[in-house]
């Protein structure tokens, strides 16, 4: 059990510019999660997948914004035509409640800056 | 809407000794749960207890305890025997399920420092 991780720890882009970052739950894991941490704030909820469906999208993931998890494993987040509101760090979870636990595992995040 | 408040920016611990780190939630759900997490400045996010709104008995996890007050809905995290690998910011996140969907809702954080 390696953990989640995700890929890539840093990216630093231009306004305007699209970027994907990556995410591998842990393996057995059929549950993953977006969030999103900007500086001074508790990371907020972005989305959810239960194996490869996307059963929540917050209102704070615009239309630029789309997550896939195609076969229920690894997951991607693209952000279309980036703003300088979207730097943050992206923090990306995974859970598996067939143990009866609510917990989720949390990768070591992509931080985003947009220049 | 589901909302987590930690009141404390910032707290100051001298190393040995016991703190408390306050968190209170808003909810009308019966059934949720409660976490801590510790995130130090490399910025993982490392889970370190869990209460369940059912649980008769508030959890524990080594030097860390949650002093659950369902009433007053707060669960605050108790750190006893402070060490200096403590600073860090701690967050307080309710679990919540709606329907098929389910997540984590933050508190802004307490950034706690352990003074040697």
């Known amino acids: 059990d390696t953990g989640v991780s995700q890929d890539p720890r840093h990216k630093i882009t231009k306004r305007g510019q699209n970027v994907t970052f990556r995410c591998d739950p842990i393996?057995?894991?059929?549950?993953l999660y977006w969030y999103r941490q900007t500086l001074g704030q508790g990371p907020e909820f972005l989305t959810y997948?239960?194996?490869?469906?996307?059963?929540?999208k917050s209102r704070l993931l615009s239309d630029r914004f789309s997550a896939e998890r195609p076969k229920g494993s690894f997951s991607t987040l693209e952000i279309q035509r980036t703003e300088q509101g979207d730097s943050a760090m992206y923090l990306c979870a995974s859970s598996y409640r067939g143990d009866g636990s609510y917990e989720q595992y949390f990768g070591p995040g992509t931080r985003l800056t947009v220049t | 809407a589901q909302k987590i408040t930690q009141t404390q920016p910032g707290m100051f611990v001298q190393e040995k000794e016991a703190v408390t780190l306050d968190c209170t939630y808003d909810t009308s759900d019966p059934s949720y749960g409660l976490f801590w997490y510790k995130q130090p400045s490399s910025g993982e996010m490392i889970f370190l207890i869990y209460q369940g709104s059912y649980d008769q008995q508030n959890a524990t996890e080594g030097r860390y305890s949650l002093n659950f007050q369902k009433a007053r809905k707060s669960a605050n995290l108790v750190i006893s025997a402070s060490q200096l690998g403590d600073s860090a910011m701690y967050f307080c996140?309710?679990?919540?399920?709606?329907?098929?969907?389910?997540?984590?809702?933050f508190g802004k954080g307490t950034k706690l420092t352990v003074n040697p």
């Open positions: 996140a309710a679990h919540y399920q709606l329907g098929g969907s389910e997540k984590l809702v």
């Open positions: 393996s057995e894991h059929n549950r």
């Open positions: 997948f239960q194996n490869e469906a996307q059963l929540e």
